[in-house]
Nanobody
Framework: QVQLVESGGDLVQAGGSLRLSCAASTNIFRFALMGWYRQAPGKQRELVATSTAGGSTNYADSVKGRFTISRDNAKNTLYLQMNSLNPEDTAVYYC?????????WGQGTQVIVSS
């Protein structure tokens, strides 16, 4: 069974940066779509960014220009570089992978941005 393990969440001041990692237990090149989602307290889970196997990326409007999603197939890891963080970015961040009929989630990593 494929597992995704996120790491890199932390407490950071507004304006700071963090890099989240999502390590997969298998080769990620076969994942048609990988993405980062987040869920803030009292809110629904929302899309942050996605990356296709072909290299296309997509971002939520709220993070465009500040966040960058990337894959390292050699390390079987998905990354999310987050810059210019603000308190509205505070949430649990989840990694997701989709291929054929499979849809796998990680356990999440907490990001807290203080003002």
């Amino acid at each position: 069974q494929v597992q995704l393990v996120e790491s890199g969440g932390d407490l950071v001041q507004a304006g700071g940066s963090l890099r989240l990692s999502c390590a997969a237990s298998t080769n990620i090149f076969r994942f048609a779509l990988m993405g980062w989602y987040r869920q803030a307290p009292g809110k629904q889970r929302e899309l942050v960014a996605t990356s296709t196997a072909g290299g296309s990326t997509n971002y939520a409007d709220s993070v465009k220009g500040r966040f960058t999603i990337s894959r390292d197939n050699a390390k079987n890891t998905l990354y999310l570089q987050m810059n210019s963080l603000n308190p509205e970015d505070t949430a649990v961040y989840y990694c997701n992978a989709k291929w054929f009929s499979n849809d796998v989630w990680g356990q999440g990593t907490q990001v807290i941005v203080s003002s």
